[in-house]
C-alpha cells in the first residue's frame, strides 16, 4: 500500500541542494516512470505505486533544472474511462506529434491499451480518453497488453511512430498510423532474452536501443537489460542482451522500469528508473531516481551506478 511514515528523503551530497538532484527525485510512492524534455522543461510521468483498486488516476512532475520539481495532479482519471475498469492504472506514455500530446496508458491489469489527449496542448493535460475502447485489447503472442512505450523515430519519412508494450514475458511492437491513436501495421512478437515487461527505445548515432525490465517487479531480482538492431525500431535485434542496471547492496533494491532522457545537442543521458529502500519488503514502497548514462567508445551502454546523490543541476 502507500503511505505510510518511512519515505526515504531525498539525500544530498553537499550542503547545497541546488548542486545535486538526490534520489528520490520528488515525494511519493511511484514506480514505472517515463521521461522526456517537452517545452524546455523535463518531464517524468510515473505510475502511482499503490494497491491496483487505488491507481485510478496519474500524476506528472515537470522541472527546469532537475533539481526542482513540480507535481501535475490527477493528469488522467481513469473516473471517466469506464472500459478501464477504474483500477490498475500503469506506466503511461507521452508523446508529441502532429501539434499535440497523446498519453498511451495501460488499464485495469489487461483490460488494454488505452490512448488520451491533452485537451490543453500542454504536456500536463489534462487528458481526455480518445477511442472510449483499447487501442490494443487482446493479449497477442502470449503478451499481456500493459506497459505501452511510444518511440517517435527521427528518420525521413516524417517520424514515424511506434507503440511498443507486453507483459508476462512477451514484448510485442507495431507501428502507428498518423493520427496516432490507430495502428498502420500487424503486431509482431520482439521478445528479447529474459524479457518480462516494461520496453522502452532510444536511438542514438543510427542505432536502435530496445531496453526492457528483468526479473520480478515485487523483489530484488528486477533490473534492465537492452538488445539492439541498426534497421529498425522493430529490429530485428541483437540475439544477445547486456544487463545495465541493478540493485546495490548499499543503496537500494528492485531497480527497474526506466525511461531515458536525452538532451538535445548533447552527448547527455539519463536513467530515470524506480527503486525500493533497503529492508523495505512492501513490493509497493517504490519511489522515483535518476541517475546518468553513459556509452563506451564501441556504443554500448556501461552498467549504470545507482547513487543517493543523483545527477548534476543541468538547467534547459
Not at 487501442?135 to 527521427?154: H, K, N, S, T
Not at 547486456?242 to 533494491?253: K, R
Request: net charge negative.
Amino acid at each position: 500500500m502507500g503511505g505510510g511514515n518511512n519515505f526515504p528523503p531525498s539525500q544530498h551530497p553537499t550542503n547545497d541542494e541546488n548542486t545535486y538532484s538526490g534520489n528520490p527525485l520528488f515525494p511519493g510512492w511511484y514506480a514505472d516512470p517515463e521521461a522526456h524534455i517537452f517545452s524546455s522543461q523535463y518531464w517524468i510521468f510515473p505510475s502511482l505505486s499503490l494497491s491496483y483498486s487505488q491507481q485510478t488516476y496519474f500524476d506528472c512532475f515537470s522541472s527546469p533544472d532537475l533539481i526542482h520539481w513540480t507535481k501535475h495532479a490527477r493528469i488522467l482519471d481513469f473516473a471517466n474511462i469506464p472500459w478501464s475498469t477504474n483500477r490498475a492504472a500503469w506506466a503511461p506514455s507521452v508523446t508529441f506529434k502532429n501539434g499535440d500530446y497523446y498519453m498511451y496508458f495501460s488499464a485495469g491489469d489487461g483490460a488494454g491499451i488505452g490512448v488520451a489527449k491533452s485537451t490543453t496542448g500542454r504536456p500536463e493535460g489534462p487528458y481526455e480518453d480518445v477511442l472510449g475502447k483499447p487501442l490494443v485489447g487482446d493479449v497477442l503472442f502470449g503478451g499481456e497488453p500493459i506497459d505501452p512505450a511510444v518511440f517517435v523515430d527521427d528518420d525521413d519519412n516524417g517520424g514515424r511512430a511506434y507503440l511498443l508494450w507486453g507483459g508476462w514475458s512477451h514484448g510485442l511492437g507495431a507501428e502507428l498510423n498518423e493520427d496516432m491513436v490507430s495502428l498502420k501495421t500487424e503486431a509482431v512478437e520482439l521478445t528479447p532474452p529474459n524479457y518480462v515487461e516494461a520496453p522502452y527505445l532510444i536511438k542514438r548515432r543510427g542505432v536502435y536501443y530496445y531496453m526492457y525490465s528483468v526479473g520480478g517487479w515485487g523483489d530484488n531480482s528486477y533490473g534492465v537489460e537492452y538488445v539492439t538492431s541498426t534497421t529498425s525500431p522493430l529490429g530485428p535485434f541483437t540475439q544477445q542482451s547486456t544487463h545495465i542496471l541493478s540493485p546495490d547492496s548499499d543503496i537500494a533494491q528492485g531497480t527497474g522500469s526506466n525511461g531515458i532522457i536525452h538532451v538535445p545537442g548533447t552527448d547527455e543521458w539519463y536513467i530515470v528508473y524506480h527503486r525500493r529502500p533497503l529492508g523495505d519488503y512492501d513490493a509497493n514502497h517504490r519511489y522515483v531516481c535518476i541517475d546518468r548514462m553513459e556509452f563506451d567508445d564501441s556504443g554500448a551502454i556501461k552498467p549504470v551506478r545507482i547513487t543517493r546523490e543523483g545527477v548534476r543541476a543541468n538547467p534547459l
